[in-house]
Structures are given as structure tokens and as C-alpha cells.
């Protein structure tokens, strides 16, 4: 067990150094396990989009649209609250039809 925590502290470290990080589907609940879920909210089209903190550094955890996880590390609460309000009113437009895409890496 002490080997797989290390795999996703390892896996979160990066994603903080990278600033994006995609890794499994099959290992998010074993992630979130790990982590401070601070807002979590359903995209109604992409699954969910949670705002997740690790040793003081500030995460938001998507799905791409090939059921991968991302994770984009942000300076801060303030800006992960964006992030995650960004892409909800996205989706919301895609819901109404509007054409417009999401790209999960930026």
C-alpha cells in the first residue's frame, strides 16, 4: 500500500512541476483518496470537475474526452475557482448548442 501512495504523490508532485498531468480513469478514486476535494460539480457532459488541494498546492481534476484524467496545477484557490467556473460555463454553452469545444490541456 505504502508503494501505491507513493505512485500518486509521485503523480501529483509532477502534475504541480508540469502544471498538467493526464494519467487513468481506474486510478481516481485511489487519487482522491489522497487529496482535499474542495469544490466538486457535475459538467452534465464530461463527467466532473473538482478543485483539489495537495500539501497547499491547488489542483483542478478533469476528464478529457477520451476518459483520461486531467490535472491542472493553479497558484492559487481564487484561480482554480475560475478554472472550474471557465470550463462549467462552457459546457453549459455546449449544452445550449453552441459549437464551442473544450481542450483539456490548457
Not at 10 to 24: C, H, Q, S, T, V
Not at 43 to 48: G, H, M
Amino acid at each position: 500500500m505504502a508503494e501505491k501512495n507513493k505512485l500518486f504523490k509521485d503523480w501529483i508532485e509532477k502534475a504541480i512541476a508540469e502544471k498538467i498531468l493526464l494519467f487513468p480513469l481506474e486510478k481516481l478514486d485511489e487519487l482522491l483518496d489522497l487529496v482535499e476535494v474542495v469544490e466538486d460539480q457535475d459538467t452534465f457532459l464530461s463527467d466532473r470537475i473538482r478543485i483539489m488541494r495537495w500539501n497547499g498546492q491547488f489542483l483542478v481534476q478533469e476528464l478529457n474526452w477520451e476518459k483520461q484524467c486531467v490535472l491542472h496545477r493553479l497558484n492559487n484557490l481564487e484561480e482554480a475557482q475560475v478554472k472550474l467556473r471557465q470550463r462549467l460555463e462552457t459546457y453549459e454553452r455546449m449544452w445550449d448548442g453552441c459549437g464551442c469545444k473544450v481542450d483539456h490541456l490548457t
